[in-house]
């Protein structure tokens, strides 16, 4: 079973407050990557958190907290986000590292931040 | 340089006919993987197929196959007896290295029409 389940689907923010996006796999994947995507481009990676930590962080604003509770979870926190943050947020993760893990992604959530 | 090319940003084919996707690469790595994903509209990321750069033959998955050429760095995919449910958007990516987390490259994507 290669699924990986993104909650919520869509969410609708204003600048001044504080949500969070959820993801989750049951695949005992030990890599677990955000992904943000604007429309008709590619991903553009976030962070990656590996055995719960995290392992790289793609220089992105504070505003955005990336959190692993366990090994089936991720969540990306978010606060005082900007209108051009509005953008697709894809999770994903891999079995582990190196050039032949397979990434699998989740359904994404859409964001707009008014 | 780019990592991973796509030359085509849109592409049309007719309900069952074959269509090959361009995807090329740069690395000067000897260990890395190629890998194909479809994205409907929806948003969802499907992985397709995938080729390691150690593999002798090409890899095939249903009506997917793709068309490894090493020594012209390039990948393409090839869908056979396309349907309309083919129709999305295409990435190509490549992984570089090992232990290297972030180093996973998409190309610009093709958009995929299949025509009834």
């Known amino acids: 079973d290669t699924e990986v389940t993104q909650t919520p689907k869509h969410l609708v923010m204003g600048m001044t407050n504080k949500k969070s996006l959820k993801c989750e796999q049951h695949?005992?994947?030990?890599?677990m990557y955000w992904y943000k995507q604007k429309a008709k481009k590619p991903p553009e990676l976030m962070f990656v958190?590996?055995?719960?930590?995290?392992?790289i962080n793609e220089s992105v604003p504070s505003r955005f907290s990336p959190e692993c509770p366990n090994s089936s979870l991720l969540n990306l926190h978010l606060h005082a986000l900007q209108p051009e943050d509005s953008a697709l947020y894809l999770c994903?993760?891999?079995?582990?590292?190196?050039?032949?893990?397979?990434?699998?992604f989740g359904p994404g959530t859409r964001l707009l931040v008014l | 340089a780019q990592k991973i090319t796509q030359t085509q940003p849109g592409m049309f084919v007719q309900e069952k006919e074959a269509v090959t996707l361009d995807c090329t690469y740069d690395t000067s790595d000897p260990s890395y993987g190629l890998f194909w994903y479809k994205q409907p509209s929806s948003g969802e990321m499907i992985f397709l197929i995938y080729?390691?750069?150690?593999?002798?033959q090409n890899a095939t998955e249903g009506r997917y196959s793709l068309n490894f050429q090493k020594a012209r760095k390039s990948a393409n995919l090839v869908i056979s007896a396309s349907q309309l449910g083919d129709s999305a958007m295409y990435f190509c990516?490549?992984?570089?290295?090992?232990?290297?987390?972030?180093?996973?490259?998409f190309g610009s994507g093709t958009k995929l029409n299949v025509k009834p």
């Open positions: 990516a490549m992984r570089e290295g090992v232990y290297n987390f972030n180093k996973f490259y």
């Open positions: 695949m005992g994947h030990r890599a």
């Open positions: 994903a993760s891999s079995q582990e590292w190196g050039p032949q893990e397979t990434q699998y």
């Open positions: 080729q390691g750069s150690y593999d002798q």
């Open positions: 958190y590996s055995y719960e930590k995290l392992s």
